[in-house]
């Protein structure tokens, strides 16, 4: 098994998409350019949805034009449709996420499309990223928990998983949008998905709602798992997943690889002195607690 994380930072994206005030344009791009600098391998940038939903990315197409992209470095936008794929293209991005959920509801409130209508969405956007030398990444939302809908049947996680691999997907995210998941339950989702997609194609995404995140990663990661999504000082949220937090924060688990002796390839002083910076723009505390921790030492 492999030493080496990836972190997938998503808090340009994750982080910025949920936050009420608004954020320069010019502040998301030196987040950007910041994280770009911290040894982090993919960041994911914005999100080329439909502006009345989401109006604070909005700026999508700026965001993108406006930072300096690095060798080495992904920088992954989220596209619900094919109207999101061409504006996403037209500002020359490489690499694209789609998302759908497990929980029929969830998806609904999400995208306005059921799940199987939101798959049917994502194949073209497949068909023409495979021609245009585009990798797509899918997410599966509300793996361990829907706010509409409560308990979340595995069999539709793995079913949901399999199918946006099938697609052509080159790696999953299994999101616990609403952050309700606790390790034993982490675990035996991971294991369900695993059984029927190599777990070298899985990542993790874990919200930490109830302060459970870190447990659950760590929880994942001796199941194997060596992609874990996160956002610097702990950004975020969901505006479809009323009362959910931010996404676990990328420095904590950078500092939890390290105590693992597991390789990521992040500065964590210069990640930390990020999410502060972050924290401070928006006007509150970072939410990391090893951000609050070098602060304080
Ligand atoms: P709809 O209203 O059904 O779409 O929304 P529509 O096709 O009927 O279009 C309505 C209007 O939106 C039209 O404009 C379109 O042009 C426009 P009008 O003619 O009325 O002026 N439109 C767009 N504009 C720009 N870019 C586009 C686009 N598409 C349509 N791509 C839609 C359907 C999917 C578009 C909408 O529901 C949407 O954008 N949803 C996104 C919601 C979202 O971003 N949620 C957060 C991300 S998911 C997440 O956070 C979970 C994750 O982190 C993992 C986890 O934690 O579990 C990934
Ligand atoms: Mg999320």
């Not at 009420?20 to 502040?27: I, Y």
């Not at 982090?40 to 080329?48: D, K, N, P």
């Not at 929880?219 to 996160?230: F, I, M, N, Y």
């Amino acid at each position: 098994m492999s030493d080496f994380v990836r972190i997938v930072e998503v808090g340009p994206r994750d982080g910025l998409q949920n936050e009420k005030q608004a954020v320069a344009t010019a502040d998301k791009i030196a987040l950007i350019d910041r994280l770009s600098a911290t040894g982090l391998r993919t960041i994911e940038a914005t999100s080329f949805v439909s502006p009345r939903w989401v109006p604070q990315l909005a700026d999508a197409a700026e965001v993108y034009a406006g930072i300096q992209r690095r060798p080495g470095i992904a920088y992954p936008v989220l596209v619900p449709n094919e109207q999101g794929y061409d504006r996403a293209r037209a500002v020359g991005v490489q690499e694209v996420a789609v998302f759908t959920a497990a929980s029929e509801a969830f998806n609904r409130t999400n995208t306005n499309a059921g799940i199987d209508e939101s798959l049917a969405r994502f194949e073209p956007i497949l068909r023409r990223a495979a021609a245009d030398g585009v990798r797509v990444r899918g997410y599966v939302s509300t793996v361990l928990g829907c706010p509409y809908q409560g308990e979340v049947p595995l069999a539709d996680v793995v079913r949901v998983a399999r199918a946006l691999h099938q697609m052509g997907c080159y790696e999953i995210s299994l999101g616990d949008t609403i952050g309700v998941g606790t390790p034993r339950k982490a675990r035996a989702m991971l294991q369900a998905v695993a059984a029927e997609i190599p777990m070298s194609a899985l990542a993790v995404h874990f919200h930490d709602t109830y302060g459970q995140a870190i447990a659950n990663i760590a929880t994942c990661l001796e199941e194997g798992v060596r992609v874990v999504d996160s956002a610097v000082s702990g950004a975020g949220g969901c505006p479809y997943a009323k009362g959910a937090s931010g996404n676990v924060a990328s420095e904590d688990v950078v500092y939890l690889l390290q105590g693992l002796g597991l390789e990521c390839g992040v500065d964590l002083p210069s990640l930390a002195e990020t999410g502060r910076w972050l924290a401070g723009l928006l006007g509150r505390a970072t939410a990391s607690r090893v951000g609050q921790a070098l602060a304080a030492t």
